[in-house]
């Protein structure tokens, strides 16, 4: 859709108060220099943000950024992210719709806690010596002073957010909605406090989600022990008679044991279920028990089952009813009175080491080996996360995830690409109850209350802003609240809509801009954050909290890995904008973007992004050039007068709707030049195709079809083709060279912002380009006549070309050619055409021996006799044909090696691929020429 009120029915006359117009034509110097264009837009986008209006009548269009944490920096990932996003909002905004992207950031509990505690550490004090009041402050002061770095990089992208609707999950708003929502839960009965396994930081001292976890393979040992049944007649067909063999990489956990388990359909154990086993190094025996969760082909196919100490072993420990004692305390140290005293105290990796050399000297170590195993390490101190039992606070999210199944069952929600809808359901169909609860003292803390016997007190459903302990009606039971804060995610899930005002629903951001429209993000967090948000979002509000879900993949570096500090593989795109500019990363981040696959960094689409830009730059200064130099020779009783003039000196209200101006000149062909014409329906079908692109978010393919329509047709066909009608100053001509680049500057726009609005205001335009509208297709500018004629004129230009090549010129070098078939006379008519683009002259006819090159039915021939010597020329391509013959055979070689194809690299042998195709075309054409001196 477009609106008209956001076009311009005169430019001057139309000027919109929040983006005031400029004064005078921008000069543009001989080169782009994104360090002095770039900073400047992104100030103004800034001081001067692209509010969204509650009230208007337009369509809304709502993205919400995800947000980045408070201690975050840019990185790859966000700049990809970002990128996208703005260019969809930004497409949206011009297309007419009322665009709002709404920009904040995540408090993000535990990372910013370890930041604020190491500085206390610094200054010799912990948050202990503060206090918990005195921290938090102290932590709201270092946000003051240094969080948000991050906001400012993102202003330096570019990103055309709503900064007066700026939020923070520590907002007072967004504080209460958490409120809300924990209170709702809990009187629903989906919120408990229990005891189940969590993943535990020794170092930080909390519960960590799984978002918060890194998984690494180290080189680690699988220890096989011994365990002696209890009935010493009793044989275990997997080893010596009156044992069960159990394979395990936490020999240390054996004092916690509670059962060895099988799977009931395993012949080997079947005869020993019910019978009893004997703890390694104690005397303490467990059951056998049967479950279907062991894996036969895992091991030995027995596992011991250590409730306290492993998420599987607890649910098989609940199903069966077991214990779950802990030997490993929060520390992360040995104790409990299950623990022979000789490893008490001991650090949990030394007490491995102590465990293992026992089980040696006991006979009960039967086998160690080598072995890889995955751990899971705190994301912020890096220290292997323990699993433990602990009470904590839950959800039972099942009853959430079954209203958002039904969502998309009623196809509420797409996914882009598709198939991650199923990802989607397969996570929700097999939920696990999630821990809520994190033992931090920044973070919103648990409305939850106890009393001296544990009882739990929370607000009621009608009042649940007030606490407990300042209710009248609890007064005397000196109630005690928890001093847990809720996970970081328990409040990031609310997002689409707490930004927006709830839980109070009458807000008028509420009303007009939820539910959003689009959440973009990476696939990576698909569990953790858009998951959590559909199920908050049909339990508190009843809708979907986006229509669309946009994933993208994962920025990696060139190898294809992920990118750390660790390994040194890390890129700051902060520097990339530096090398590059702003606009040229923007173009790489979206020409990478394909399908929400990983992406691979890759320096050359960088390269072809600044290129881009630079390109860009010099063909509007040419047409700048073009138009000053024949302003004083324009009629000045011709409407495209005033059109033309605008881009040399500051127009008073004088530039017509693009549109209209469009459809004006398509409808008088006699103002125009075949080129004129064809440029035009080209135009027209690009602009459909990049819009059904940007419809079906496929930003990949939009910049891609701009940038090949940009550089090919426009700079490098257009331009040429048009200069003898410039010469003359063809006023047709001189509008369509100007108003092809202003749709270009629109239709780029979302991607490279900085650059199109310098441009376009370089063309005389008051109002910045961003709040212009989106260009419309028209059926009536679509001139298939023209766009046959002038592909027979590029093929007629191509054949020259070709022929130039195989005789040895320059692209500079003139060379006298004829043109031959049914497109000869169209070709003559259009002589200066194709002879100022293909830097030949065409005659009436040769003589002596020619050499010819066909292109689409076009035959274009060029004299050998008098241009090169025939037959020094013969034997060169004689030559050249056995050289393409023996490439193509030693690349062929390679492919055809089963052993160079199963080591080689994707890469190398794609690259040998291309080799054979391109030798292989290069051959063929070489003997066709051959063939016409047989």
């Known amino acids: 859709m477009t609106d008209p009120a956001t076009d311009i029915a005169t430019d001057a006359a139309s000027e919109n108060p929040t983006h005031p117009a400029v004064d005078t034509v921008n000069e543009l110097s001989k080169s782009f220099d994104p360090a002095a264009t770039e900073p400047r837009w992104a100030k103004r986008w800034f001081e001067e943000p692209f509010r969204a209006d509650a009230t208007s009548a337009r369509e809304p269009f709502t993205i919400v950024i995800p947000p980045p944490n408070v201690t975050g920096n840019l990185h790859l990932g966000h700049a990809l992210d970002n990128t996208l996003i703005d260019s969809l909002i930004r497409y949206k905004r011009m297309a007419g719709f009322e665009a709002l992207y709404l920009p904040g950031m995540d408090h993000a509990g535990i990372s910013t806690q370890v930041v604020v505690e190491r500085q206390l550490r610094e200054a010799g004090v912990s948050r202990h010596d503060l206090g918990r009041e005195a921290f938090v402050e102290k932590v709201w002061n270092w946000k003051a002073e240094s969080g948000g770095v991050i906001l400012e990089q993102l202003r330096r992208l570019g990103v055309s957010a709503d900064w007066t609707r700026e939020r923070f999950t520590m907002d007072e708003g967004l504080s209460r909605a958490v409120r809300h929502q924990f209170v709702k839960l809990y009187h629903e009965g989906l919120a408990y406090r229990g005891e189940r396994i969590v993943n535990w930081d020794p170092a930080a001292q909390t519960t960590l989600s799984e978002l918060e976890i890194d998984r690494e393979v180290r080189k680690g040992k699988m220890s096989t022990l011994s365990y002696k049944l209890e009935d010493p007649a009793a044989a275990a067909s997997n080893g010596e008679a009156g044992e069960i063999l159990i394979a395990t990489v936490r020999p240390e956990t054996i004092f916690a044991d509670q059962a060895i388990a099988v799977h009931p359909d395993d012949e080997r154990f079947s005869h020993l279920i019910g019978m009893k086993a004997r703890i390694p190094l104690t005397d303490r025996y467990v059951p056998v028990i049967a479950d279907r969760a062991v894996e036969r082909d895992f091991g030995v196919g027995a596992l011991k089952i250590t409730p306290a100490h492993d998420p599987t072993d607890f649910e098989i420990g609940e199903r069966h009813g077991l214990a779950r004692p802990s030997v490993i305390d929060l520390m992360g140290n040995l104790t409990s009175e299950l623990v022979p005293e000789q490893f008490r105290g001991l650090e949990r990796f030394a007490a491995r080491k102590a465990v293992v050399k026992a089980l040696s000297e006991s006979g009960d170590l039967i086998e160690e080996k080598d072995h890889d195993t995955a751990i899971g390490l705190s994301e912020r101190t890096k220290v292997p996360v323990e699993p433990i039992v602990s009470l904590q606070w839950f959800v039972n999210v099942k009853p959430l995830a079954q209203q958002v199944l039904e969502g998309l069952d009623k196809g509420e929600m797409q996914f882009v690409p598709e198939r991650y809808t199923k990802v989607n359901r397969d996570w929700l169909e097999n939920i696990r109850d999630w821990n809520i609860s994190r033992q931090l003292w920044w973070g919103h803390q648990i409305p939850a209350w106890y009393d001296a016997e544990g009882n739990i007190y929370v607000p009621s459903l009608e009042n649940p802003d007030l606490d407990c302990d300042a209710d009248p009606q609890y007064a005397h039971l000196n109630l005690r609240r928890d001093p847990d804060v809720f996970d970081t995610w328990f409040s990031s899930n609310l997002w689409p809509f707490s930004t927006l005002g709830w839980p109070d629903e009458g807000n008028e951001d509420f009303l007009k801009f939820y539910p959003t429209q689009v959440l973009i993000t990476g696939y990576d967090i698909l569990f953790f954050w858009v998951a959590r948000m559909q199920m908050a979002a049909y339990g508190l509000t009843g809708q979907a909290p986006f229509h669309t879900v946009m994933l993208h993949g994962l920025y990696l570096d060139s190898k294809g890995q992920k990118m750390s500090k660790s390994k040194?593989?890390?890129?700051?795109?902060?520097?990339?904008?530096?090398?590059?500019?702003?606009?040229?990363?923007?173009?790489?981040?979206?020409?990478?973007?394909?399908?929400?696959?990983?992406?691979?960094?890759?320096?050359?689409?960088?390269?072809?992004?600044?290129?881009?830009?630079?390109?860009l730059w010099n063909a509007a200064r040419f047409v700048r050039l073009r138009l000053s130099e024949v302003v004083a020779e324009l009629p000045a009783e011709d409407p495209l007068t005033p059109y033309i003039r605008a881009a040399a000196e500051m127009p008073s209200g004088v530039n017509p709707r693009s549109r209209d101006l469009l459809l004006s000149l398509a409808g008088h062909k006699e103002k125009l030049t075949l080129a004129d014409r064809w440029i035009i329906s080209r135009l027209d079908a690009v602009t459909a195709e990049v819009t059904a692109h940007l419809n079906a978010y496929d930003l990949g393919a939009a910049i891609r079809s701009i940038y090949a329509f940009t550089w090919d047709e426009y700079c490098d066909w257009y331009l040429e083709a048009a200069k003898p009608a410039m010469s003359a100053a063809n006023t047709g001509t001189l509008a369509t060279l100007k108003l092809v680049l202003e749709h270009i500057l629109k239709l780029l726009h979302p991607f490279m912002p900085f650059i199109t609005s310098e441009l376009y205001a370089?063309?005389?335009?008051?109002?910045?380009?961003?709040?212009?509208?989106?260009?419309?297709?028209?059926?009536?500018?679509?001139?298939?006549?023209?766009?046959?004629?002038?592909?027979?004129?590029?093929?007629?230009?191509?054949?020259?070309?070709?022929?130039?090549?195989?005789?040895?010129?320059?692209?500079?070098?003139?060379?006298?050619?004829?043109?031959?078939?049914?497109?000869?006379?169209?070709?003559?008519?259009?002589?200066?055409?194709?002879?100022?683009?293909?830097?030949?002259?065409l005659v009436d006819a040769l003589e002596g021996r020619t050499l010819s090159a066909v292109d689409a039915g076009v035959i274009i021939r060029a004299p050998l006799d008098g241009t090169v010597d025939p037959a020094d020329w013969l034997g060169k391509q004689k030559k050249r044909l056995a050289e393409l013959d023996k490439q193509i055979k030693q690349a062929q070689g390679k492919l055809g090696n089963e052993g160079f194809v199963a080591r080689a690299p994707t890469e190398v042998i794609e690259e040998e691929k291309r080799r054979v195709s391109d030798f292989s075309a290069q051959k063929e054409r070489l003997e066709a020429v051959l063939a016409q001196f047989e």
Request: hydrophobic letters at 40%; a negative charge.
């Open 568 to 615: 040194g593989n890390g890129l700051d795109p902060l520097e990339l904008f530096d090398e590059y500019g702003v606009d040229a990363s923007r173009f790489a981040f979206a020409f990478l973007s394909t399908g929400g696959q990983d992406i691979r960094h890759d320096a050359r689409r960088y390269e072809q992004g600044r290129n881009f830009a630079n390109k």
């Open 762 to 841: 370089a063309l005389g335009h008051r109002r910045q380009l961003a709040v212009h509208a989106w260009p419309d297709g028209n059926a009536a500018l679509q001139d298939q006549e023209a766009t046959e004629a002038f592909t027979r004129l590029r093929a007629a230009v191509s054949a020259a070309r070709v022929l130039k090549n195989e005789l040895g010129l320059s692209p500079q070098d003139r060379l006298s050619v004829s043109v031959e078939g049914e497109a000869a006379d169209l070709v003559r008519q259009n002589a200066r055409v194709v002879e100022g683009i293909a830097r030949v002259s």
